[in-house]
């Protein structure tokens, strides 16, 4: 008996050792449909995320979509997505018809939709989450039935309803359907008009971070930015904050005039330290943080993106972890 007992006890001690390990070490997936901020088609960009609790996707942005989706699956970034026997679609189709739950969209500008766009008319019904000035962008700009078919469930003449306008209210909540994630949309500066972060929750209380463009508040004259690391400070303080996905659009070369609404190496720093500066010295160490929207380069020598990382590798005090993932790369957090 006392034999049993004992045995019974090492059973429930692993068996709790291993459910803390697999919560310790859940997190987030990420796959990159689109990396780049322009100018080339089939790679705008796009980020598929997932909790690793669960098994159904969010885009974050769609610039590029069925491309993003049919070179990620050439890298290999699904190969432990089965497609069921009895499905009709390939992986490619299965995965934008039945994994992806929902668009998570910054702003309406056409680098962070066009895929979605493109796509619309084989994709499946799904929300399309946004700010209301978003949601207004793409009704008013492309679901119009001058720009392309009105696939909406609002806007100008029949509406094909595929995809369902659901505005997000600011600093807030919201459940992500199909998924057990949580968004709360965050309004940025992006020279003048209105772009957003997003902050998903998983189950477990971690949170992963998405930027679409922004401008820095000293050159915005916006405290936009300042209040969305208000608001990630407590989950920094509790290592709550898996990553983060910002852009730098430009090098440092370029003057603070010329900026439209995007960071450099040297702006994104100085916003990152005022976020270390709200959770406390050191509390950034190690944190991974995906750089976006580098534009592809039409001249000859070096590539930005080179030029890039070695300016925030030579700026970064704050010993942050920077990750430039391609077109196709997938991550985990
Ligand atoms: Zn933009």
Not at 197 to 206: I, M, N, R, V
Not at 272 to 300: C, F, N, P, Q, R
């Amino acid at each position: 008996m006392d034999m049993l007992k004992t045995k019974l006890a090492v059973l429930v001690g692993c068996l709790s050792l291993g459910v803390a390990i697999n919560a310790s070490a859940a997190g987030f997936e990420t796959v990159t449909l689109g990396s780049k901020g322009g100018i080339q088609d089939g790679n705008l960009t796009a980020f598929m995320l997932k909790s690793e609790l669960d098994d159904n996707y969010v885009l974050l942005d769609a610039g590029s979509v069925v491309n993003g989706l049919i070179v990620s699956e050439q890298k290999g970034a699904f190969a432990d997505v089965k497609v069921p026997e009895d499905s009709k679609y390939t992986k490619v189709g299965y995965l934008l018809k039945e994994k992806i739950k929902g668009y998570l969209i910054s702003h309406a500008h056409l680098d962070h939709v066009a895929g979605m766009i493109i796509s619309s008319p084989d994709d499946s019904h799904k929300p399309i989450y946004g700010l209301a000035s978003t949601n207004e962008g793409l009704m008013n700009n492309y679901f119009n039935w001058s720009a392309w078919p009105n696939f909406g469930n609002e806007g100008n003449g029949f509406k094909l309803s595929k995809y369902t306008y659901t505005d997000l209210t600011q600093y807030q909540w919201q459940a992500v359907k199909g998924t057990t994630m949580q968004v709360m949309a965050m309004p940025l500066s992006h020279s003048g008009g209105e772009s957003t972060a997003f902050l998903l929750k998983d189950t477990q209380g971690d949170v992963f971070a998405y930027f679409g463009d922004t401008g820095p508040d000293a050159v915005e004259k916006s405290d936009a930015l300042n209040k969305v690391w208000s608001a990630l400070t407590p989950f920094v303080k509790q290592g709550q904050l898996k990553g983060i996905v910002i852009e730098v659009s430009f090098t440092n070369e370029t003057p603070d005039k010329a900026l439209f609404g995007h960071l450099t190496p040297n702006w994104l720093m100085k916003e990152l330290t005022v976020l270390e500066s709200m959770a406390g010295k050191g509390s950034l160490k190690g944190l991974d943080v995906v750089v976006s929207h580098i534009k592809y380069s039409l001249k000859k020598g070096e590539d930005p993106q080179v030029v890039i990382k070695r300016q925030l590798d030579a700026a970064n005090t704050l010993g942050v972890n920077f990750l430039f993932p391609a077109q196709g790369d997938a991550l985990t957090f």
